[in-house]
């Protein structure tokens, strides 16, 4: 890694949605590609990047799995999240126009965006790993049958062309993505400042295997005075059947109430995991 300048993780393509905000949080850092959300995570893991940003969350879509399962399964701590309003744009090359598009290639949570869309065009659906490798293959297909859904950076980027602008069927669509660390401390004033505030948490629980054990979880947080506003679950995977509760909230887990809630929910919970304690989401522009 640079000495002086800060390496950040994402997955995708130039033009992906996650590289653009890498790039409004940490305008003057260097902002690397890697091919999967693993591959993002483990760049932190193993050093080769200070921080990774990666979508948790979509407004329409619902979570990003995989991230979620990244969260549960290794050792990286939310340094904050941040929200960002997602416009989708229908994408081609210079030749064609909208009548000619038979076929669209986008991330699966982009086609599900745009679903009503894509339906009452009669589009042909074909996934991709994320909406910027899904423009960059229609650059290089240069079949004027073929369209990506994704931003309006990434036709400026791969010489596309908008046919057709704010796809998505919800105005407020948004993605909430995670800013994921070893645990290492911001290196200047101005990311301290963004990083410093313990207005959020995370946590991710596994249970008891007793009745009322996930009810008195959840009440055991508002018991001392925390608002829980997320609650999903997962497969554990190695357990046929066996799930974690992945939670946020609100509040700072350094508090006295907070050290005694996460010591009650250790007293009722198999184990508990803490994500990271942050500011509340910061909505991007």
């Given at each position: 890694?640079?000495?002086?300048?800060?390496?950040?993780?994402?997955?995708?393509?130039?033009?992906?949605?996650?590289?653009?905000?890498?790039?409004?949080?940490?305008?003057?850092?260097?902002?690397?590609?890697?091919?999967?959300?693993?591959?993002?995570?483990?760049?932190?893991?193993?050093?080769?990047?200070?921080?990774?940003?990666?979508?948790?969350?979509?407004?329409?879509?619902?979570?990003?799995?995989?991230?979620?399962?990244?969260?549960?399964?290794?050792?990286?701590?939310?340094?904050?999240?941040?929200?960002?309003?997602?416009?989708?744009?229908?994408?081609?090359?210079?030749?064609?126009?909208?009548?000619?598009?038979?076929?669209?290639?986008?991330?699966?949570?982009?086609?599900?965006?745009?679903?009503?869309?894509?339906?009452?065009?009669?589009?042909?659906?074909?996934?991709?790993?994320?909406?910027?490798?899904?423009?960059?293959?229609?650059?290089?297909?240069?079949?004027?049958?073929?369209?990506?859904?994704?931003?309006?950076?990434?036709?400026?980027?791969?010489?596309?062309?908008?046919?057709?602008?704010?796809?998505?069927?919800?105005?407020?669509?948004?993605?909430?993505?995670?800013?994921l660390s070893a645990g290492k401390d911001p290196d200047s004033e101005k990311q301290r400042e963004v990083f410093k505030r313990k207005e959020a948490f995370t946590l991710i629980l596994i249970v008891?295997?007793?009745?009322?054990?996930?009810?008195?979880?959840?009440?055991?947080?508002?018991?001392f005075g925390f608002n829980m506003r997320t609650l999903r679950s997962r497969p554990q995977k190695?357990?046929?059947?066996?799930?974690?509760?992945?939670?946020?909230?609100?509040?700072?887990?350094?508090?006295?109430?907070?050290?005694?809630?996460?010591?009650?929910?250790?007293?009722?919970?198999?184990?508990?995991?803490?994500?990271?304690?942050?500011?509340?989401?910061?909505?991007?522009?």
């Amino acid at each position: 890694m640079a000495e002086n300048k800060l390496q950040i993780a994402y997955s995708g393509v130039q033009g992906a949605y996650a590289g653009i905000v890498a790039g409004k949080i940490f305008p003057e850092a260097d902002i690397i590609s890697y091919s999967s959300f693993r591959q993002a995570y483990e760049a932190v893991e193993k050093k080769e990047c200070d921080y990774a940003v990666l979508p948790i969350e979509n407004s329409y879509a619902g979570e990003v799995a995989q991230v979620t399962d990244l969260l549960y399964g290794g050792n990286l701590k939310i340094a904050g999240i941040f929200e960002l309003p997602i416009v989708h744009n229908l994408l081609g090359i210079e030749e064609t126009d909208l009548t000619k598009i038979k076929t669209v290639y986008s991330h699966p949570q982009a086609l599900d965006q745009c679903s009503e869309y894509i339906y009452l065009h009669g589009f042909e659906k074909r996934v991709a790993t994320n909406t910027a490798l899904a423009a960059k293959e229609v650059a290089l297909l240069k079949d004027p049958s073929v369209a990506a859904i994704a931003s309006r950076e990434t036709a400026e980027i791969y010489g596309l062309k908008v046919l057709e602008q704010a796809i998505n069927e919800s105005e407020s669509n948004t993605t909430r993505f995670v800013v994921l660390s070893a645990g290492k401390d911001p290196d200047s004033e101005k990311q301290r400042e963004v990083f410093k505030r313990k207005e959020a948490f995370t946590l991710i629980l596994i249970v008891k295997n007793e009745a009322g054990a996930v009810a008195r979880a959840i009440t055991t947080i508002g018991d001392f005075g925390f608002n829980m506003r997320t609650l999903r679950s997962r497969p554990q995977k190695t357990l046929l059947w066996s799930y974690y509760f992945y939670i946020e909230g609100e509040g700072d887990l350094g508090s006295v109430k907070g050290v005694e809630m996460l010591r009650a929910l250790g007293e009722n919970c198999e184990s508990v995991k803490v994500l990271g304690n942050y500011p509340a989401d910061v909505i991007l522009e």
